[in-house]
Structures are given as structure tokens and as C-alpha cells.
């Protein structure tokens, strides 16, 4: 059975950085793409990041691009989503996703992801 564990949300102000780390478990990690996702409250889960099966693809969402950067350590089976020049509307509980199917580059389709993790809170408040 696939587990995912996320780890490293909190509260950080405007401007700042915060790191959040998956780890995974049950299958082997390094053969499926992984994913972001993000939901805040009233709203729908959305894409925030992806990456291939093998990390040479990446995708973001065009709200995170060029502050926002997604990586995998296969070694360790974890995945990573560096978060730089956060803004109050970063805020959400987010989510660590992996796809059902190996050998796939990155997609950003919520419904191609069969494992989800139980959520990490970001908070952006001054």
C-alpha cells in the first residue's frame, strides 16, 4: 500500500520561503511521476507542480512559475516543492500525489494521480 507523508508547511509572512518534503512508501518510488496540489478553503484542489517519472520533466502552475520549484531524490523516495516569494495567496493545505501508472512524464491531471497524502498546511499572514 502506497504511503505518502508530507512534512514542512507553517506560517511564514509575505516574501518568504518555506520547503515541503514527501516521503513515500509501498511501491517503488522511482518508476511513477509525483505531483502537488494544493486546496483552500471553498475552493477546488488545484495543480501547483509535477515531475516525470525519471525528473526530466516538470510542470507548474502559471500562478507558482518562476517562484515555485518542484525536485525528487529517488534515492530516498522523497519529493520536494521549494517555495520562494510567497504571497497570501499561496495560502492552502497542500498535497503530495502519485500518479497510478509508472513510466509517465509529468501531467498536471488531478484524476491520473492515485495516492494522495493527508496534507500539509502553508500559511502566508503578516
Known amino acids: 500500500q502506497v504511503q505518502l507523508v508530507e512534512s514542512g508547511g507553517g506560517l511564514v509572512q509575505p516574501g518568504g520561503s518555506l520547503r515541503l518534503s514527501c516521503a513515500a512508501s509501498?511501491?517503488?518510488?522511482?518508476?511513477?511521476?509525483m505531483g502537488w496540489f494544493r486546496q483552500s478553503p471553498g475552493k477546488e484542489r488545484e495543480f501547483v507542480s509535477a515531475?516525470?517519472?525519471?525528473?526530466?520533466?516538470?510542470l507548474y502552475a502559471d500562478s507558482v512559475k518562476g517562484r515555485f520549484s518542484i525536485s525528487r531524490d529517488n534515492a530516498e523516495s522523497m519529493m520536494y516543492l521549494q517555495m520562494n516569494s510567497l504571497k497570501p495567496e499561496d495560502t492552502a493545505v497542500y498535497y503530495c500525489?502519485?500518479?497510478?501508472?509508472?513510466?509517465?512524464?509529468?501531467?498536471?491531471?488531478?484524476?491520473?494521480?492515485?495516492?494522495w497524502g493527508q496534507g500539509t498546511q502553508v500559511t502566508v499572514s503578516s
Open positions: 500525489a502519485a500518479h497510478g501508472r509508472p513510466y509517465l512524464n509529468a501531467t498536471w491531471r488531478k484524476a491520473q494521480y492515485a495516492h
Open positions: 509501498g511501491r517503488t518510488f522511482s518508476l511513477y511521476a
Open positions: 515531475i516525470g517519472w525519471n525528473a526530466k520533466s516538470t
